[in-house]
């Protein structure tokens, strides 16, 4: 599903103009984003948790110039969907 589909289906369902919904995809997106950003987990409900997690560094190895090399550790991101959405996918 693309981002206009998407749109499109929350217009008729939310019964919304699409300049509506756009409006409230682009602040809904932006409040993940920050609250994310800003090292917090976003629960949504019915739908998962957004948590960023540390990931450590680490040495690997290249093979192509036979070398150790340090990654540095980052932020990576982190979602565990809901058990109502999980129990939805699986219906089939």
Known sequence: MTNKEFMEKVSQ???????????????????????IADGNSVAIQGFGVFEPREKASRKIYNPTTKTYMVVPSKTTLSYKMSAVLKERINME
Not at 13 to 34: C, D, P
Request: aromatic letters at 0%; a negative charge.
């Open 13 to 35: 369902k939310a019964h919304l103009e699409m300049e509506e919904v756009k409006n409230l995809s682009s602040a809904l997106m932006e409040a993940v984003l920050e609250g």
